[in-house]
């Protein structure tokens, strides 16, 4: 009998979820609680992460991480070992910013904060993950978030789009270095997802338009990128790495 529960389970792990203060991160901390891990919630909003610490209950810390600095990550990595006693060996690279505007109008300082976060902030985060693990010779697994973008143009986010194709490139050169060390690095790559920061612009007839060049004419939902990180994060996915794992409604393969 194939055990489909197991598979995709998580106990045992000790997951880190970075921007979990964000929609998105929110979720994928709750995902990853309810599949038995216990979760450190990372991000620079500490109100929200303990406010979402204590939804979750028991198994669930809140630590305060700026991905840009690299001291703070070293502490937060520090601080989640020292709640749950064991290094985190699931990372989700959620943290992510974007700064909107044609590329002529943009400053070379929205350039740099977007690259530092989206970016550098991830390698930043994955390395430190690494070298731990390593040191304790335990695998893991790093699932970066990245988006279409990193595969396909966006319009008005020449920054977001460079660090996302930058962040798809790294994840393939991370697998191939840190096969070896049991270290699986994947990336998810999500089309539009409906959050509250974007719900207005999609009601919007702009927003509307975007809509219908997704092949499923809808966006897509939290909901609808549970299974597809379950599946990387999991023993299901265990033969899984360098993989860019597109969730988009066929909207990166619609030539219109």
Partial sequence: ????????????????????????????????????ARVVLAARRVEALEALAA?????????????????????AFEAAEAAFGA??????????????GPALQQTAADWDSVLDVN?????????????RLVAAKRGGAIVNIASI???????????????????????????????RYGIRVNALCPGYVETPINTEFFASEAGQAVVRRVPQRRLGQPAD????????ASPA???????????DGGHSVNAL
């Avoid at 792990?13 to 991160?25: C, I, P, R």
């Avoid at 996915?237 to 969730?247: I, Q």
Wanted: hydrophobic share 55%; proline share 2%; glycine share 14%.
């Fill in 1 to 36: 009998m194939i055990d489909t529960k197991g598979l995709f389970g998580l106990e045992g792990s000790t997951a880190m979820v970075t921007g979990a203060s964000g929609a998105l991160g929110a979720h994928f901390a709750r995902v990853l609680h309810a599949a038995g």
């Fill in 55 to 75: 939804e979750l209950g028991a198994g669930a810390a809140a630590v305060a991480l700026d991905v840009a600095r690299p001291e703070s990550v070293a502490a």
């Fill in 87 to 100: 290094p985190c060996d699931l990372i989700v690279n959620n943290a992510g910013i974007a700064v909107s």
């Fill in 119 to 131: 970016l550098r902030g991830c390698f930043l985060v994955a390395t430190e993950a690494a070298r």
């Fill in 149 to 179: 973008g990193g595969l396909r143009i966006l319009q008005g986010v020449v920054g977001y789009t460079a660090s996302k194709a930058g962040l798809v490139q790294m994840t393939k050169q991370l697998a191939v270095e840190w096969a």
């Fill in 225 to 232: 990128l549970t299974g597809p990180l379950l599946l990387l």
């Fill in 237 to 247: 996915g265990a033969h899984m790495t360098g993989a860019a794992l597109v969730v």
